[in-house]
């Protein structure tokens, strides 16, 4: 009997881990052939979650939870979950039931038919804030333009995984992960199915503005060096400005004997400029940043207990 994994990050889920489990079992009692478990990590949670868990586990053979040491963060809490997937497949998805388990049904059936990732495309459904579909579709688009992957707009961290390559995953030693950019570009044989997220079951998004900011970040400067590229052909072509502004100054002041005057537009170019170097001494910083976390080889996260 083939075994299938699945595997959510839960960050103060209280309310949603027994529901997710209960629908997930009915996907199960459906499909005949498989056996599954269900590991949890809990993302150092604030509220109830671990305790829920804890008795979860008790009731069901199949339920298993990593506890990490504190909030590591999405992406390292699903690297965790693969770390320690046993089956044949594994699939991840989100604790607060946006990623419907009936799709697993259908990510399976694809998986059999011999993909080896099957990943999901999520529509918004109209209730989910207009700001929010339109800074997610604009920023895969971003991504796109200025990196080297192609992820899909709509890109979501729902998503099967051949055995063969979650071992490719587990080996991987990056300290910032980005595992929609890493399943794109790894290869294998794709496909996706289109989903509609659906509202949270209980709880709060734990994403703010801020944390969206930085998983973008993480998600350009993952995957691409050309943010760089992009700051020194700025520096070339603001030289060339320069040069020609510095020709028809000396033509002006030698030849035609007048003098140019603009005390105000020069502080404005000297500001100007001044911005625009500290935007790319930042990407450089970003960068330097990503390579001082690299040398450290610290694990993406660390486990505080586990039930198996
Ligand atoms: N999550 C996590 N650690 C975090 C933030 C979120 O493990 O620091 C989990 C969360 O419990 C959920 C999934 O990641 O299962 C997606 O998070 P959320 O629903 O807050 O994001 P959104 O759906 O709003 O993008
Ligand atoms: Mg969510």
Redesign the pocket.
């Known amino acids: 009997m083939k075994k299938i994994s699945i595997v959510?990050?839960?960050?103060n889920?209280e309310g949603n881990i027994s529901l997710i489990q209960q629908r997930i079992r009915e996907v199960f009692s459906t499909l005949e052939n498989y056996r599954f478990e269900i590991i949890f990590v809990n993302?150092g949670s604030r509220d109830n979650t671990q305790q829920k868990l804890e008795e979860l586990a008790n009731q069901f053979e199949e339920v298993k939870f990593i506890e990490l040491s504190r909030?590591f963060?999405?992406q390292p809490?699903v690297k965790a979950g693969l770390d320690y997937a046993t089956g044949n497949a594994v699939i991840s998805m989100?604790?607060?039931l946006?990623h419907p388990p009936e799709l697993i049904r259908d990510l399976i059936r694809k998986w059999e038919e011999g993909f080896d990732i099957v990943f999901t495309v999520r529509t918004y459904p109209k209730q989910i804030s207009r700001f929010k579909r339109k800074s997610s579709a604009l920023y895969y688009k971003f991504l796109s333009l200025i990196s080297d992957v192609n992820i899909n707009e709509g890109g979501s961290d729902f998503r099967l995984m051949d055995s063969s390559v979650v071992d490719v995953v587990r080996n991987m030693n990056e300290a910032d992960i980005f595992l929609r950019g890493l399943s794109n570009w790894m290869g294998f044989k794709q496909t996706g199915i289109p989903f509609t997220a659906g509202e949270?079951a209980t709880g709060q998004?734990?994403?703010n503005l801020k944390k969206m900011m930085k998983f973008a970040f993480t998600g350009i400067t993952a995957f691409s060096v050309k943010p760089l590229y992009m700051a020194a052909y700025l520096g070339f072509l603001f030289s060339a400005f320069a040069v020609v502004g510095y020709g028809i100054y000396v033509i002006h002041s030698f030849v035609a004997k007048t003098e140019i005057s603009g005390w105000a537009s020069l502080i404005m170019t000297v500001v100007f400029f001044g911005g625009i170097q500290l935007i790319i001494l930042g990407i450089i910083g970003i960068y330097l940043g990503k390579i001082f976390k690299q040398v450290k080889e610290r694990p993406n996260y660390i486990i505080r207990s586990k039930n198996f």
């Open positions: 959510i990050p839960a960050h889920e993302d909030n963060g999405h809490a989100d604790a607060d946006q949270r998004s734990s994403y």
